[in-house]
């Protein structure tokens, strides 16, 4: 991070260290509150926002709306159902040489990336 962590974002970022899970900022807001850490929803997302401007949180959007927010650890990859909602993680990257070409091309820091597929899974194909 270029700038030193508010309080807010440090108890963020311990939070999302301790739970080792990704998490909605609503999510976030009551688990701060169940441990005495409490702050207000608009500060948990407006630290959240200057955490993924710093590269250091990142944020998944689900295909019913929500944002899932986790420490920048690896890049996600998934297939995600948009009947059931099931989101099955793929364990390889198809992009990383691109990701490297498009930093040269464009002298574009990088910070992490997203894949994700949108469809039915198994289960909901079958039913219907």
Known sequence: MRTRPTRSQERILELLQSLNRPLSAQEMYVELRNHSQAMGLATVYRSLEALK?????????????????NLVQQDKHHLTCLQCGESISLGECPVHQLE?????????????HTLEFFGLCQGCQLAQ
């Open 53 to 69: 401007l710093e590269g250091v949180v990142q944020v998944r959007k689900l295909a019913n709306g929500e944002s899932l927010y």
């Open 100 to 112: 490297s070409q498009l930093q040269v091309s464009h002298h574009f820091k990088i910070y992490y």
